[in-house]
């Protein structure tokens, strides 16, 4: 199996590269707790088209190293940009979703854009969820804590009972099978449990409205009206405001897992994003 070292400690971090190596270059950023096996309505069929679809699985995500250190937003950049090296991969498109949004902008910011061309956000967390100075109507902080106490005792609960308001099930046309969000579900709990509390803990902690006007490139944002992981008007809507000329397509009904639920509408709008200049 592929893998590349971090240039931050040596850290042991599985890839996945699929589709031709001349096809146009989709660098996928998976969510907190997943490996590149999330992608999967995404990454069979553009590969299929042509398009060369790379994925980090995140350290101590997927199959990437149990480790304990490197799970602060700069090594995670730090980490990312080391895969961009390693197969020296230009003219990248970025698509992150949730957490993996803010390891774009930090990635950018930190090493600079010469190897990316646009940049697209599904039902990301840039630029932050939780309540700042600029943000008061973000999450209060003590009402995260308390959720986090709750995931450390019982994540297997958490994700569990999370299932159904991840895909928003409750939404009609959102359907998706028992089987496949069991699947999820054992995704998620295959992420260590170091990495998942680091990760959940490294949430609350994004702020990155400062950063995002920096990016200096094209912007898609893809978010759903019923996302609760994430809400669009905290996220999607204020990374769009954040980046000058930006897009924003709002999925009418979609939760956090849209890549799920909203796949054939999502790689339309990614095919359409990749043609762009």
């Known amino acids: 199996m592929p893998y590349v070292t971090s240039p931050a400690d040596g850290t042991r971090l599985h890839y996945a590269d699929h589709g031709p190596v001349d096809g146009p270059v989709v660098v996928f950023v998976n969510g907190a707790y997943f490996g590149t096996g999330m992608w999967e309505f995404q990454t069979l069929p553009l590969a299929g088209e042509g398009v060369r679809c790379v994925g980090l699985d995140r350290r101590g995500h997927g199959r ?8 602060d937003l700069d090594t995670l950049a730090d980490d990312l940009y080391g ?10 498109t970025f698509v992150g979703h949730s957490l993996g949004s803010a390891e774009i902008v930090r990635c950018l910011t930190r090493h600079g854009t010469d190897r990316v061309a646009r940049v697209a956000f599904v ?10 100075a600029d943000h008061p ?5 003590e009402v995260m804590r308390a959720g986090r106490a709750v995931f450390r005792k019982d994540r297997a609960a ?8 991840y895909f928003a099930l409750d939404v009609p046309g959102n359907e998706v099978s028992p089987h496949y969000v069991r699947h999820v579900v ?6 260590t449990p170091r990495a998942a509390d680091a990760v959940n803990r490294l949430v609350a902690t994004v702020d990155l409205a400062q950063e995002l006007p920096k990016l200096g490139l094209p912007l898609l944002v893809v978010h759903g ?3 609760t992981s994430a809400p669009l008007e905290a996220t999607g809507r204020r990374s769009a405001a954040l980046v000058p000329g930006s897009v924003l397509k709002e999925y009418e009904g979609g939760g956090h897992g849209l890549y799920v639920t ?14 762009t200049s």
């Open 186 to 191: 054992d995704q998620a709990l295959a992420c």
């Open 137 to 141: 109507e973000g999450w209060d902080p």
């Open 64 to 71: 990437s190293d149990d480790v304990w250190d490197g799970y």
């Open 262 to 275: 909203h796949a054939d509408r999502l790689n339309t709008d990614l095919r359409a994003f990749l043609a």
């Open 83 to 92: 895969l961009l090296d390693h197969l020296d991969l230009r003219e990248v």
């Open 225 to 227: 009206t019923h996302d």
């Open 123 to 132: 039902a990301g967390i840039a630029p932050g969820v939780v309540r700042t």
């Open 158 to 165: 958490f994700y569990e009972d999370g299932a159904a308001p």
